[in-house]
């Protein structure tokens, strides 16, 4: 009992958000096919979402390094596989851009990561965010600034299910199957990663400690550089999917700053947290701009929507009041 | 042997504590301040003053507000822009609403809306730090570029969303020549800088310093971080949303909502990291910085003979900018204004080697 | 130990504190007091709770029982900065100065609950705020002279050698005036020159300011020396509680020393 009152406000947050997820549904604002239709495309965009977190938990948890550059990893690594694709098969230019990724990988941890070892976290985090922009100008320098398509000969058009349950049935983008078993097949090759070999075995020391895990002889250079090269290849697959879905174009903003709430949810060190805070992220703002949306335009004679731009953001700053950690995390105790 | 401060003795504290202690300082700043008043309107081109010293004054107002907060007090944020927006579209909504203020009050209560902005997102700071705080100051960035771009009573219902700025009555003078807007900026922030300087000296800027620096520390000798959290915010908040309500009015004169968006907060982060965190000089020199290097990347390969697309050329500034910031960072973290120091260093040595 | 100031009575005490981190027990059910004008010792093996204790009296941690008595008013657990308000003052076993500032401003930071100059004033630095600057400056510059720092007041404090840090530490806590002085390994890492001039400015401070000391120390022969009454713990159980020579034949103490099976 006691532990519920000391925990009210995230009970309080979660209740919330559970009120808010079915008051769709339960006040009869939306026939139940539509619903489905929204949760599942929020589903998808969440497992986007999902994959890019997993890369900055990767490299969080390896390396205590907060990435602000994985979106910007991500669209390199995309654009990569658009460019090269269209002078090779999609699959060959995936596995050249993987060891472009390892390459960078490699290169950011010795340019950047080394010499700043023992600087503070707010260090770290800034210089991230100069790679992203390194990144940014470099991979448009390279590849281009338009909008690229990546094919990888999946149908596009939507297919209908399910119609002898909901009424017009649903529709279902083959696409976002393919990425949902995408994602779930990396995240398990990964949990295995961790938990059964050696170099996940290091790895984990590795978060754990840094001056520990060396000092039983765990290389930290070369271990940086494999965690920031799985982070690349994570990075790729989100990358490819999501250039598939929508194209891929360099932008700074959306990309990369729309998993930091995913984090912020999840806790910054839990893998099964980052996919189930861009769940969350991505089912909530989907449910707010279609639903909530419309309300809050009448409400307020607002000129038009875009609330999806800020939800998951204001989403995260309410769950750092409540629950700094987030879902999954470690609490951060700081003896003096 | 021109920088010494060989028989400069303090016999007071008072003396001591001055802001510019050294004699050749104090001349130099004197040289300065007399050259920015009485001599550039004069010898400076009207494109000078409109597209590089005016923007840079007023972004160096916004530079000097984040590090105020970030390089003093330590607390990281990346969505001053839309403290700036704040700041815009509250003088906006004043000036077009009550047409007959004056400029000085619409600034000063502006920079009063910005704060309380401010303060308000500054709230999270008291139970998560570094980089989830800056994940909190995103809400701030998106949330109110949203807010301006959709609730219309902000933009006075305009059906494209911009919005264009009445003219500027400073007691009765419109200011219309980019002279009188050079002066009328370059009075507000060098009375800011001034302002800033003298906090950071007393009570208030140690304990910024204090919890900046080892925050269980400040609170054992007795410092609340709360109090000083909150007051970090809130000033830098208020100069960011008069330097708002600068660019807005003097520099822009009309803008759309996507005008402070993220990419100015980054921008700002930037300049006081190239700057020098927790250093008021460093403050100008990153938003100097900021606006002489896409001049010269536009020009150096012209002069040079290359030709580049403007395309390139964003795409070069924001190489060079990635590549700076890492630089500096592994360098020389406390940035130009550092170096700036050392080189003052050398010079009193000068010309002996040691 | 022979004192200026007579010895009082009871000015701190705690009692039947615990605190445990998650399943670590840091300190169990310790209770002690502390008398005006005293040095009290708290020694014991490493891990034994020491630094814990100096942690709850001062409000950085909140222990899970018992209670603290300061001054006449019993508390649960108090803010670090209440208590700074109250009297307490501290050092670190590893040094919390402020390494962004020089040595002067981190003694100032010490003087920051007496300035109370509004914010205007301080923008413009004129009337009750210079005055503030001044005084405080006054009053910092006899804690320098009174620890023999004076050619270093304005380097930056992570540039000073790790004895010197220290002695800024302390500086910067005697800069609030205490009541009581909370020291945690004072002399921690210094050679026999460092240690015999920092108990020189422990033995001064209980003097001249009759500031109650607690002091946690590793090094028998100072403590022995200096102090009137010694708190052992082991493993976060109070074991002794006496008089210098009371605590050293005690064989408990001793056991625990030694690290006799118990």
Same mark, same amino acid.
């Given at each position: 009992?006691?532990?519920?009152?000391?925990?009210?406000?995230?009970?309080?947050?979660?209740?919330?958000?559970?009120?808010?997820?079915?008051?769709?549904?339960?006040?009869?604002?939306?026939?139940?096919?539509?619903?489905?239709?929204?949760?599942?495309?929020?589903?998808?965009?969440?497992?986007?979402?999902?994959?890019?977190?997993?890369?900055?938990?990767?490299?969080?948890? +390896?390396?205590?390094?907060?990435?602000?550059?994985?979106?910007?990893?991500?669209?390199?690594?995309?654009?990569?596989?658009?460019?090269?694709?269209?002078?090779?098969?999609?699959?060959?230019?995936?596995?050249?851009?993987?060891?472009?990724?390892?390459?960078?990988?490699?290169?950011?941890?010795?340019?950047?990561?080394?010499?700043?070892?023992?600087?503070?976290?707010?260090?770290?985090?800034?210089?991230?965010?100069?790679?992203?922009?390194?990144?940014?100008?470099?991979?448009?320098?390279?590849?281009?600034?338009?909008?690229?398509?990546?094919?990888?000969?999946?149908?596009?058009?939507?297919?209908?299910?399910?119609?002898?349950?909901?009424?017009?049935?649903?529709?279902?983008?083959?696409?976002?199957?393919?990425?949902?078993?995408?994602?779930?097949?990396?995240?398990?090759?990964?949990?295995?990663?961790?938990?059964?070999?050696?170099?996940?075995?290091?790895?984990?020391?590795?978060?754990?400690?840094?001056? +520990?895990?060396?000092?039983?002889?765990?290389?930290?250079?070369?271990?940086?550089?494999?965690?920031?090269?799985?982070?690349?290849?994570? +990075?790729?697959?989100a990358g490819v999917i999501w250039g598939s879905k929508l194209g891929v174009q360099f932008s700074i903003s959306q990309v990369a700053l729309k998993a930091l709430p995913v984090v912020i949810l999840g806790g910054f060190t839990s893998v099964p947290g980052a996919i189930i805070g861009g769940l969350i992220i991505g089912v909530g703002e989907k449910m707010a701009e279609v639903f909530l949306g419309p309300v809050l335009v009448k409400a307020f004679d607002l000129a038009g929507g875009g609330i999806e731009n800020w939800f998951a953001y204001m989403l995260a700053l309410l769950f750092l009041l409540v629950r700094p950690e987030g879902l999954f995390g470690e609490k951060h105790i700081d003896r003096v | 042997m021109l920088y010494r401060e060989n028989g400069q003795f303090k016999t007071s504290y008072v003396a001591d504590q001055q802001m510019l202690p050294i004699r050749q300082d104090q001349v130099f700043?004197?040289?300065?301040?007399?050259?920015?008043?009485?001599?550039?309107?004069?010898?400076?081109?009207?494109?000078?003053?409109?597209?590089?010293?005016?923007?840079?004054?007023?972004?160096?107002?916004?530079?000097?507000?984040?590090?105020?907060?970030?390089?003093?007090?330590?607390?990281?944020?990346?969505?001053?822009?839309?403290?700036?927006a704040v700041g815009a579209y509250a003088a906006y909504n004043i000036a077009t609403r009550l047409p007959d203020l004056n400029i000085l009050i619409v600034l000063v209560l502006a920079g009063l809306a910005a704060a309380l902005v401010g303060m308000l997102f500054g709230i999270p700071s008291l139970r998560i730090k570094g980089l989830y705080l800056a994940v909190a100051t995103l809400a701030a960035q998106f949330f109110f570029d949203w807010v301006f771009a959709r609730v219309k009573w902000f933009t006075n219902y305009s059906p494209s969303g911009s919005v264009s700025v009445p003219d500027i009555a400073l007691f009765g003078l419109v200011l219309n020549t980019p002279q009188e807007k050079y002066l009328f900026v370059l009075a507000i922030v060098a009375l800011f800088a001034l302002v800033a300087k003298n906090l950071v000296r007393g009570h208030v800027g140690r304990s910024w310093m204090a919890i900046r620096d080892m925050d269980v520390a400040a609170e054992v000798i007795g410092i609340r971080p709360m109090a000083a959290k909150l007051s970090a915010f809130a000033i830098s908040s208020f100069y960011v949303g008069v330097a708002g309500a600068l660019w807005g009015f003097i520099h822009l004169g009309s803008w759309e909502p996507l005008a402070f968006s993220i990419n100015l907060s980054l921008n700002l982060l930037f300049m006081i990291i190239i700057g020098g965190l927790g250093s008021i000089l460093g403050s100008f020199f990153g938003a100097a910085f900021i606006i002489v290097l896409p001049i010269v990347l536009n020009q150096l390969p012209a002069a040079l003979g290359i030709p580049i697309s403007t395309a390139m050329v964003s795409h070069l500034e924001f190489m060079i900018f990635g590549a700076l910031i890492v630089f500096f960072l592994i360098v020389e973290p406390h940035g130009l204004a550092r170096l700036w120091a050392i080189g003052k260093e050398k010079l009193r040595l000068w010309p002996f080697p040691h | 130990m022979q004192h200026a100031r007579k010895i009082g009575e009871p000015i701190l005490s705690v009692e039947g504190v615990s605190l445990s981190f998650g399943g670590v027990r840091a300190l169990q059910e310790v209770s002690f007091d502390v008398r005006e004008h005293e040095i009290r010792a708290i020694i014991g093996p490493n891990g034994a709770g020491k630094s814990s204790m100096l942690n709850v009296i001062n409000g950085v941690y909140h222990p899970q029982e018992g209670k603290i008595t300061y001054a006449g008013k019993v508390r649960q657990h108090v803010d670090p900065h209440e208590a700074a308000a109250r009297g307490i003052a501290r050092t670190f076993q590893s040094l919390a100065l402020f390494k962004g500032m020089s040595v002067l401003d981190n003694i100032m930071t010490g003087r920051n609950l007496k300035m109370r100059s509004n914010l205007l004033f301080q923008a413009l630095r004129l009337g009750p705020a210079l005055k503030e600057e001044i005084e405080h400056r006054a009053a910092v510059e006899r804690i320098i002279d009174f620890l023999e720092i004076q050619p270093y007041r304005k380097t930056p404090v992570g540039r000073l050698p790790y004895g010197l840090q220290k002695r800024v530490d302390l500086a910067r806590a005697l800069a609030l005036e205490p009541r009581v002085l909370l020291l945690d390994e004072p002399m921690a890492g210094m050679n026999l020159e460092e240690k015999q001039d920092m108990c020189r400015f422990i033995l001064d401070v209980n003097d001249q300011f009759g500031t109650t000391i607690v002091l946690i120390e590793h090094d028998m022969g100072v403590v022995m020396d200096i102090s009137d009454r010694v708190v052992v713990l082991d493993y976060g159980r109070k074991i002794a509680d006496g008089t210098p020579d009371e605590v050293r034949n005690n064989q408990a103490v001793i056991d625990a020393y030694l690290g006799v099976a118990h």
């Open positions: 009992m006691n532990k519920l009152m000391r925990n009210w406000p995230v009970i309080a947050l979660g209740v919330l958000l559970a009120a808010g997820l079915v008051a769709p549904l339960a006040t009869g604002a939306s026939p139940a096919g539509f619903y489905v239709e929204v949760l599942l495309g929020g589903l998808m965009t969440g497992v986007l979402y999902s994959l890019v977190a997993l890369g900055f938990v990767l490299i969080f948890k +390896a390396s205590g390094v907060f990435n602000f550059a994985q979106g910007a990893m991500v669209l390199f690594a995309a654009l990569a596989v658009a460019r090269m694709a269209e002078v090779m098969p999609w699959w060959l230019a995936a596995l050249l851009a993987i060891g472009i990724m390892v390459v960078l990988a490699w290169v950011i941890e010795r340019v950047v990561l080394r010499p700043l070892v023992n600087q503070e976290a707010i260090a770290l985090l800034m210089a991230t965010l100069g790679v992203t922009y390194f990144l940014d100008g470099f991979g448009q320098t390279v590849w281009g600034s338009d909008i690229y398509e990546i094919n990888l000969g999946i149908a596009k058009e939507p297919v209908m299910v399910l119609d002898g349950i909901f009424q017009g049935g649903i529709l279902v983008n083959k696409e976002d199957v393919v990425a949902a078993v995408a994602a779930a097949a990396l995240v398990a090759a990964l949990a295995l990663f961790f938990q059964k070999t050696p170099t996940g075995r290091a790895l984990r020391a590795v978060a754990d400690d840094h001056q +520990a895990a060396q000092s039983i002889g765990i290389p930290l250079n070369r271990i940086w550089v494999i965690v920031w090269s799985v982070a690349g290849v994570v +990075a790729l697959v | 700043m004197i040289a300065l301040v007399v050259i920015a008043f009485a001599v550039v309107p004069f010898v400076a081109s009207d494109y000078l003053i409109r597209a590089i010293l005016v923007p840079f004054l007023i972004l160096s107002l916004a530079a000097l507000g984040l590090n105020l907060l970030t390089g003093y007090c330590g607390q990281v944020s990346i969505g001053h822009g839309a403290f700036m | -």
